[in-house]
């Protein structure tokens, strides 16, 4: 079996990001996986034109994008994407579409083919915080969970894929009073235990995981 792992490079003034710095250190084994990891750029067409690239050359069974969510405490494997760009700020090379539609052929939404409650609760487990969040946004993050779904939807129909969120890590915040972090280590092992959960679970679980608001 194989994973594509893939991780943004840093964005919005920041001079890191942890999703690409959690990425590199991953495992490159995990339960048997081979882990495949890539750092994508922060820009709206090429970060999946990145990983459409990578799926060509290493035809994974499972893709799983990384971002960062800079003021959310834990990691969150993304349940849904949405068919609408609307940044509030530019990407890394000046994009910023509002209330542009990503593929006009494209569902409205797509869900996650991952185990997102699997995976979470195998966080849990391993004492590293997560829960399932049911928005990505509307910046590059939701564009390339939006991009892998509808590539998986259109022309990889045995691929598995969707999105994890991920906070920030603790050299960030030094200067950001009251925001929370993850150590960079507790992100690693966080993500290894969500792709170990993808690996040992072909379908999700029934859990409780939703939201009120």
């Given at each position: ?11 919005g ?6 999703a ?29 034109q ?5 799926i ?14 800079g ?36 569902q ?6 991952l ?26 993050c ?17 691929i598995?894929?969707g999105f ?5 890590m603790?050299?960030q915040?030094?200067d ?38």
């Open positions: 079996m194989k994973v594509l792992l893939t991780g943004f490079d840093a964005f003034g920041e001079p890191v990001n942890p690409e710095e959690a990425v590199k250190m991953v495992s490159d084994q995990i339960n048997g996986a081979e882990v495949i990891k890539v750092i994508i750029p922060t820009v709206q067409t090429k970060s999946v990145a990983i459409e690239a990578a060509e050359k290493h035809n994974p069974d499972i893709v799983i994008s990384v971002g960062q969510a003021g959310r405490f834990d990691i969150t494997p993304e349940r849904v994407a949405i068919n609408l760009d609307d940044y509030r700020i530019k990407d890394n090379e000046g994009n910023q579409p509002i209330d542009t539609v990503i593929q006009a052929d494209g409205p939404a797509y869900f996650s083919s185990p997102v409650k699997a995976m979470v609760k195998h966080m849990n487990e391993h004492n590293i915080p997560a829960t399932v969040s049911y928005t990505a946004g509307t910046f590059v939701n564009h390339v969970m939006y991009g892998i779904l509808y590539m998986i939807d259109k022309k990889y129909p045995h598995k894929g994890i969120h991920i906070p920030y603790t050299s915040v030094v950001k009073k009251n925001t929370p972090f993850m150590s960079l280590n507790d992100i690693v092992k966080g993500l290894e235990l969500a792709i170990e959960a993808c690996i040992i679970h072909d379908k999700d679980i029934k859990a409780v995981g939703g939201e009120i608001c």
